[in-house]
């Protein structure tokens, strides 16, 4: 028989109390632990009201709780429950004797006082009980479909799987230290099938309480057992083998032998004797909570009594980092990208490889893409690096956009991933990985490619641009009637020699006045209209300047005519010398190709040929290290192909596979991804070192589960916004005494990073939303308007806000009729969109909507947490739907400051919760902007949105400012005029309408040609050459026409440098569209 559990003979790692209680950080490390009294359920159970937290005999009765002690699969129906068939007998019963038979049948005791009212007045008291029975049923389904999608909720929030069966109940206490939970843990999950609810393992395996060890040893002079091997294994099992070696530290080591079924007796604290000593009591339980994270608490203790904490970021407070990723981004570079990237997220992209840097993603900006972009550089340039959120669903979103070369990152996942789907979405990228590895070739270099975010001849084409200058029209329409007149290139010689005759005139006049009469009148005459006078002298009739003049016309007359006649002399001295002419020359060949340029440039700045590569040399890398680890000795081998094993039958829970192989994975693979608890199990913080360690959603990781990640890696990426929400702790209340950090408002990871000045690069374009309305509040109000949101060319709705105001009445925190509006709005929409959020601003209002749902809607019940999610305010960051369904709750009659939207994180959860909709948001309320006293910023933003979420949608759409740089529009006036004056002369011109500065969210379109309907058909943008001739504003411009290219919009470029040629095609073009 194998070995479950063993006692380790090596001494424990005492902590320095005193240090600790005396650091700073004390409050940091307490709450690694939950430490505090009112910790989880994993240091101290407590029955819950919500029966989740219950003692398992009531629940499902003692036959069934002996088989799951002795299984290690089981589907167990709750006691309670009973199912429609049988509920649907007990309706058309009518007489004592078949009710004693029903219950009798359905396992329910019928007391003696109810045999007594029932053989008294059986017309009164049987339908009474029918009635009792049908509504206790009714109540307890509801409770437990409740807390069966709580469970779900908390998963793929938190990627922790939170709902076990406890056993062997451990009791401790030592001054104001008390421990109280059980010690051996099984994973297991609610089903809801035809009404019944069933206890079901989520896997075949135990676990031990790592809190509870953790916090036994360090506060006694006993040792735990630890976990040899838990697979397979049945809680009998472990009971038996941890009875054999409980004298070592337990008190009373002879319990009774019925300890583990007896029922739970919940203790108090007054029940506790201050002993230091361990104490074994009855029962087995239900428990939710999180029995993890000891490892990160002990990094963090060595980290503090080493005094390395404050050490760990160096940044150089006096150089400028922004500029340097700047300036990177406009080089040559061989950046590669798994999705297409805007400058802002360029930028983000080289600053953040080069340094440990902060990335502010607003919300929908394509903070993910980002991400996924520099996990895909990493990989090239071959360095190791941790990928961490606290959410789930953040870590998932990434992944889905590395598409095939996530297979490249190793992705941890939880005990609970148990059903074959599940198992799969572990094991396909592993599998895919090792099939790469078997099929890899030789090393490919990269560092030849060049990526770059400009095209070489977009530079070339904003050099010729600046060197032009300031273009007047009569230099413009002189050179395209040369253009005309002759072949330029051809001609380049003479026209060489001729500008050098010309430029030996002071001034173009000078000339000029004197060709003017060249050719028809004599020198004399010429001289006389000049009123030039004559010398009195018989050698020069004239000065010396006038004979100079005329000299120099005659030869440069004589030169035109033998080699230049085909050109208008005047268009040549339009010009004025040949290094402006050369220049336009110059110019129009850049142009053109900028314009061939353009025609076939795509949003998409992809590198699929790069990614092939750094796929191929990952694999080959990954292989060669499999190859050495494998001739180390003949057990490494043996190890090997017991991985491949396990590999291919794709049955073992992915925790025991990390656990088993972790030096074959560490051999594999570069890139870890998972949550801080999963991931702090399996970096050994003593050994492994990586180059990188990102963050995603950091403002909702706290600070001490970040911080012994941090210590182990050489730059740190945090990703995150400070204007969404803190972090969020679902299983304690969490240590909030005063220390530093209190005193500084660090909580968040990101609050740490901002505190130690890493440089930050802001995303500034909202990908999410179709839809400007729906993102122009949050640019407003939380952004400075820097966030851009634009309308999708093709967007769905015309009304993106729908506002529907209901007579709520609020009452015990929830909204019922509210709750049944949305509902109803739900049901309507589910064949409409993909996806849906159903929304609530607070956690009642959800719980109510999550009932009522359960009760009235199995429409929405069979799809809830897929196509439809239900959240509340406090935790729907990082979700994103089609449509998201609001229910505010709140009416005049609600006392908002004590509400969680009048709160200090009120504002933060407000614009979160305000930017989930790509498509619509629709916003059921009971309360109106006039009805709200502002008392504090939150409220008063509040107030604010509700004004704004009832205004037009063209007032919307002008709500932030849209920048418009006067000095380009003065540039191109006479630009705009003559393309306004051909416009209105062309056939089609009584169909169309001219709209200038057409706003389409956070940028205008130069002009818009729209149908007689309003309807938008093409917008054109106005390239005028004496316009955007430094790099910011070519950038600008580049990133404005970039993003209305991802939203789809037909925008066509017009340069005056060739507006009269291009003419032809415009008119084609714009035909064509009116046509469609």
């Known amino acids: 028989m194998k070995q479950i559990l063993a006692l380790d003979a090596g001494k424990i790692k005492k902590i320095d109390v005193k240090k600790i209680q005396s650091s700073k950080y004390k409050r940091l490390v307490n709450n690694l632990l939950d430490i505090k009294s009112k910790g989880d359920n994993a240091t101290f159970y407590k029955i819950s009201n919500n029966s989740i937290n219950c003692d398992l005999k009531k ?23 009973i199912e429609k068939s049988s509920l649907d ?103 809801i099938e035809n009404d019944s609810i069933f206890l079901q393992n989520a896997d075949t395996n135990i676990i031990l309480n790592e809190k509870l060890k953790y916090l036994l040893e360090q506060h006694s002079e006993f040792k735990l057992p630890f976990l040899v091997d838990g697979e397979d294994v049945t809680l009998n099992n472990a009971l038996s083998e941890i009875q054999d070696l409980q004298k070592s530290f337990l008190r009373n080591d002879k319990a009774d032998s019925n300890i583990f079924t007896n029922p739970f007796n919940e203790l108090n604290k007054q029940n506790f004797e201050n002993n230091a000593t361990i104490e074994l009591v009855e029962g087995t339980v239900l428990l939710q909570g999180n029995p993890s994270g000891t490892k990160l608490r002990d990094v963090m203790l060595n980290l503090i009594t080493q005094d390395k904490i404050d050490k760990l970021i160096k940044v150089d407070d006096l150089f400028n980092y922004n500029k340097e990723a700047y300036e990177k981004s406009l080089e040559s570079n061989n950046i590669a990208r798994i999705t297409s990237s805007d400058f802002s997220q360029e930028k983000a992209i080289i600053g953040s490889l080069c340094n440990s840097a902060i990335i502010i993603g607003p919300p929908g900006t394509g903070k993910s893409q980002t991400i996924a972009n520099i996990l895909i550089n990493i990989a090239k340039n071959n360095k190791k690096a941790l990928f961490i959120s606290q959410k789930k669903v953040a870590l998932d979103v990434v992944l889905k956009r590395l598409g095939k070369y996530q297979n490249m990152l190793f992705q941890f996942s939880e005990s609970a991933k148990t059903s074959k789907m599940e198992k799969e979405y572990f094991y396909k990228p592993i599998i895919d990985y090792f099939n790469k590895i078997n099929n890899s070739f030789k090393i490919q270099g990269t560092s030849e490619i060049d990526l770059g975010f400009f095209d070489k001849i977009e530079m070339n084409y904003l050099n010729s641009k600046s060197e032009i200058g300031e273009i007047f029209n009569k230099d413009l329409n002189a050179y395209q009637n040369l253009k005309k007149q002759g072949n330029l290139n051809e001609d380049l010689h003479n026209l060489v020699k001729f500008y050098k005759l010309f430029n030996k005139f002071k001034s173009k006049n000078d000339f000029l006045k004197i060709y003017k009469y060249y050719k028809k009148l004599s020198k004399r ?76 440039k795509s949003p998409d700045n992809t590198t699929p040929e790069l990614l092939e590569i750094i796929y191929n040399n990952n694999a080959l890398n990954s292989k060669k290290k499999l190859d050495n680890y494998r001739t180390l000795s003949d057990k490494k081998h043996q190890k090997l192909n017991k991985f491949f094993g396990r590999l291919e039958r794709k049955i073992t829970p992915p925790y025991i596979i990390t656990s088993l192989f972790d030096d074959i994975i560490k051999q594999v693979y570069n890139i870890f991804v998972g949550t801080p608890e999963i991931l702090g199990n399996f970096i050994d913080f003593e050994n492994d070192k990586f180059d990188y360690v990102i963050f995603d959603e950091a403002s909702q990781i706290f600070i001490e589960k970040a ?113 049944a ?69 709140y009416t005049a009659d609600t006392s908002l400051h004590a509400t969680y939207i009048g709160s200090r994180k009120g504002r933060n959860a407000l614009n979160v919760a305000i930017t989930r909709a790509k498509d619509k948001m629709i916003i059921i309320k009971s309360i109106k902007n006039t009805e709200i006293d502002p008392k504090n910023d939150n409220l008063l933003t509040f107030k604010k949105w509700l004004n704004y979420i009832q205004l037009s949608s063209e007032k919307q759409k002008s709500y932030t400012e849209v920048l418009i740089n006067e000095s380009s529009k003065m540039k191109k006036s006479q630009f ?20 200038l500065d057409y706003c389409i969210g956070s940028y205008n379109i130069d002009m818009a040609i729209l149908d007689k309907k309003n309807n938008f058909i093409v917008g054109l943008n106005l390239d005028s050459v004496a316009d955007e001739i430094n790099i910011d504003e070519f950038i600008e411009n580049r990133i404005k026409t970039d993003f209305m290219a991802v939203k789809g919009y037909p925008i066509y470029r017009v340069s005056n440098f060739r507006f009269n040629e291009n003419k032809p095609s415009m008119y084609k073009f714009i035909t064509a569209l009116l046509n469609k």
């Open 59 to 81: 629940l499902i009765g003692i036959k069934n709780l002996r088989d799951i002690l002795a299984t290690s699969e089981f589907k167990i129906k709750l006691k309670n429950t």
């Open 525 to 600: 005459k010429i001289a006389k209209k000049l009123r030039i006078s004559e010398n009195k002298t018989i050698f020069n009739a004239y000065s010396g300047e006038f004979n100079f003049n005329f000299s120099l016309t005659k030869k440069l007359v004589s030169f035109y005519e033998r080699h230049l006649a085909k050109y208008d002399i005047y268009d040549l001295i339009q010009l004025s010398n040949f290094i402006r002419l050369n220049s336009f020359i110059q110019f129009d060949n850049q142009e053109q190709e900028y314009s061939k340029f353009l025609d076939f």
């Open 89 to 191: 007998k007990l309706n058309l019963i009518n007489n004592i004797k078949n009710f004693k038979i029903w219950m009798q049948e359905s396992d329910f005791q019928i007391t003696p006082k109810m045999e007594e009212n029932l053989t008294l007045d059986s017309q009164k008291w049987l339908p009474y009980y029918k009635k009792r029975i049908i509504e206790n049923n009714y109540n307890f389904v509801k409770t437990w479909k409740a807390n069966a999608k709580k469970i779900e909720e908390i998963y793929s929030e938190t990627n922790l799987w939170p709902l076990y069966i406890g056993t062997y109940f451990l009791k401790f206490r030592k001054d104001d230290i008390y421990l109280y939970a059980p010690f051996i843990l099984k994973a297991v999950k609610i089903k």
């Open 976 to 995: 705009i005029f003559e393309i306004n004056m051909w416009l209105n002369e062309q056939p089609f011109a009584n169909d169309i309408k001219i709209k």
């Open 707 to 819: 911080i012994p990640f941090i210590s182990i890696s050489k730059k740190v990426i945090v990703a995150g916004d400070s204007q969404q929400m803190q972090p969020t702790n679902w299983f304690a209340t969490r240590d909030e005494t005063d220390d530093e950090y209190t005193e500084e408002e660090i909580t968040s990871l990101l609050d740490w990073a901002i505190h130690n000045h890493l440089p930050k690069y802001i995303l500034e374009m909202n990908y999410r939303s179709n839809s400007s309305e729906l993102v122009l509040f949050s640019s407003k109000e939380f952004y400075n308007s820097k966030l851009k949101g634009l309308d999708s060319f093709n967007k769905k709705n015309k009304t993106s806000i729908e506002v529907i105001d209901v007579k709520g009445v609020w009452e015990e925190n929830r909204n019922e009729v509210e709750c």
């Open 821 to 889: 509006k949305l509902i109803e709005i739900c049901e309507k929409n589910l064949s409409r969109y993909n996806s849906i959020i159903l929304l609530a601003f607070n956690r009642k209002q959800q719980d109510y909507i999550c009932e009522q749902i359960a009760l009235t809607s199995p429409k929405i019940f069979t799809v809830l947490e897929d196509k439809v999610i239900l959240r509340n305010i406090e935790n729907i960051q990082g979700d994103e739907a089609d449509l998201v369904i609001a229910s505010i709750g």
